[in-house]
């Protein structure tokens, strides 16, 4: 039996990009005959995934620093003794800077997903570490927006990169899949009146995915429309920013606005929250690598609006499967809420029909998995040449 070896910080975030990929890949691997295990600093996903064949060996590579760096390669090379992979698949940078060369130096064939953008490759010693991410026999780009700044900031890497499109689930983000149960269950927590529109942003709660520039727009729709019922719902974590949660919940009281504005936290049943959302909102004000939100939304036919760079480009065409806005531009933000909130319920679905296409088409979990699969198959063929 092939044994496949994926390495990522935690499996903590139950929402997470990089861990809804690691387990994806992982569920499938057991289903198809291969060894599946999972090294991480563990989480409810770790325990969750047991049952459906996947080995998980718990090392803390969350923490970066030099004693832990010397504490988790000495327990990785026992790890690896004992599962002997025929492939390791690292998808973050810190396990690959610990341990890429242990792998290389047991002659294990390694491929790296290259989940952002990284920043600082304008200072040496970061550009350095950003770099252990295009250390694989074989470098994933999640998108391709991320292969082209792979290829722009490590031109010599450009032989080594396949770009593999994120996939989306389309069975289990699905508009017809959710029951009723499920959506009163999500809707009774926001304790709201019936015929209130449900503008959802479905993001960590962290600067960078565009929470300011939401809450600024929802001031100026309360002051431009008094008369619009409206909530705008924020699921997500804090992730450890409890200050930018603080300083947040502070920016919104000041503003009044605290009767629109739900922190609903973390929420493992997003389709059902999707299902009930009358306008999806992706506001980061970084470019995002993929689009995750854009994209599960779109497979849901929902109404999305999305920050004009990045990845969500490439799953957003402006009034076609949904519309772009600039980032950090509330006042564009809040017209174009308007602007899909009036639009009637034929153009809506015409648009949300485009969208769940597209995704079915370019972005489908079933592709995602075939081509990673196909990667490892190739991979391991190539090691058994070499070695004959």
């Given at each position: ?58 090392i ?35 396990p690959a ?86 959506k ?7 304790m ?75 929420i ?65 933000l ?36 075939n ?18």
């Amino acid at each position: 039996m092939k044994t496949v070896l994926q390495i990522l910080p935690s499996l903590r975030k139950i929402n997470g990009g990089v861990e809804r990929g690691t387990l994806d890949v992982a569920k499938e691997l057991a289903e198809k005959s291969f060894k599946s295990v999972i090294i991480s600093s563990g989480g409810d996903m770790a325990e969750k995934y047991k049952y459906k064949g996947v080995d998980h060996y718990t090392i803390q590579i969350e923490k970066k620093g030099l004693i832990n760096y010397f504490s988790s390669r000495s327990k990785f090379e026992k790890v690896l003794r004992k599962i002997m992979p025929d492939v390791v698949h690292i998808r973050s940078r810190w396990p690959a800077f610990c341990f890429s060369d242990v792998i290389k130096k047991n002659r294990i064939p390694l491929v790296t997903t290259y989940h952002g953008t990284y920043s600082g490759n304008n200072f040496f010693f970061k550009r350095k570490y950003n770099e252990v991410m295009t250390s694989g026999d074989v470098t994933i780009s999640i998108s391709k927006f991320i292969d082209d700044h792979i290829r722009y900031f490590f031109p010599h890497q450009k032989s080594l990169i396949r770009q593999i499109n994120r996939g989306i689930d389309c069975k289990y983000f699905d508009t017809k899949s959710v029951s009723e149960i499920r959506k009163e269950k999500f809707l009774s927590s926001l304790m709201i009146s019936e015929r209130t529109h449900i503008i959802l942003l479905p993001a960590r709660i962290t600067s960078w995915k565009g929470h300011n520039t939401a809450v600024d727009a929802v001031k100026i729709l309360t002051e431009k429309n008094p008369e619009l019922n409206f909530v705008l719902a924020l699921v997500g974590s804090e992730n450890n920013k409890e200050k930018f949660t603080k300083k947040l919940k502070k920016k919104i009281s000041r503003l009044n606005i605290s009767n629109r504005i739900i922190f609903c936290g973390n929420i493992s049943d997003m389709p059902a929250v999707y299902s009930v959302a009358d306008i999806v909102l992706s506001t980061s004000i970084e470019p995002e690598a993929f689009g995750r939100v854009s994209a599960e939304a779109c497979a849901m036919s929902k109404p999305v609006i999305s920050t004009n760079h990045g990845g969500s480009r490439e799953i957003i065409e402006n009034n076609v499967t949904g519309w772009l806005v600039e980032p950090k531009d509330p006042e564009d933000l809040a017209d174009k809420i308007t602007y899909v909130l009036a639009l009637d319920q034929k153009k809506k679905d015409s648009i949300g029909k485009n969208a769940q296409r597209k995704i079915r088409e370019r972005f489908s979990l079933k592709e995602m998995l075939n081509q990673t699969l196909d990667v490892y198959e190739e991979l391991i063929e190539r090691k058994k040449h070499i070695d004959n």
